[in-house]
Nanobody, 114 residues
């Protein structure tokens, strides 16, 4: 099983990005999937999750700015991030929810800076 995050990069405050997470060796449609992030010097935290029935939940700090979605046909989960600010700077990971330790990937770095 492999979960591979793409996208990210250096973004301006107020900017947007929609990194995808592609799954290999696992069928996502029956799983609750989530995006997590780990900022420098902090613990990894849950950002958003989406159930198999496509019901989303968000941490308060990203509500109204981030949207999690899934495309089961493509075995891919997305995190649309809008109105980014420097506090969103982190490595972003996807995993099941609750997370399966064996499935952590390399993540994708998102840096928000002017």
């Amino acid at each position: 099983v492999q979960l591979v995050e793409f996208g990210g990069g250096l973004l301006q405050p107020g900017g947007s990005s929609t990194p995808p997470c592609a799954a290999f060796g696992i069928i996502l449609r029956i799983a609750t999937m989530a995006w997590y992030r780990q900022a420098p010097g902090k613990q990894r935290e849950l950002v958003a999750r989406v159930s198999s029935g496509c019901t989303p939940n968000y941490v308060d700090s990203v509500k109204g700015r981030f949207t999690i979605s899934r495309d089961n046909a493509k075995n891919t989960v997305y995190l649309q991030m809008n109105s980014l600010n420097p506090d969103d700077t982190a490595v972003y990971y996807c995993n099941l929810n609750p997370p399966e330790p064996r499935y952590w990937g390399q993540g994708t770095q998102v840096t928000v800076s002017s």
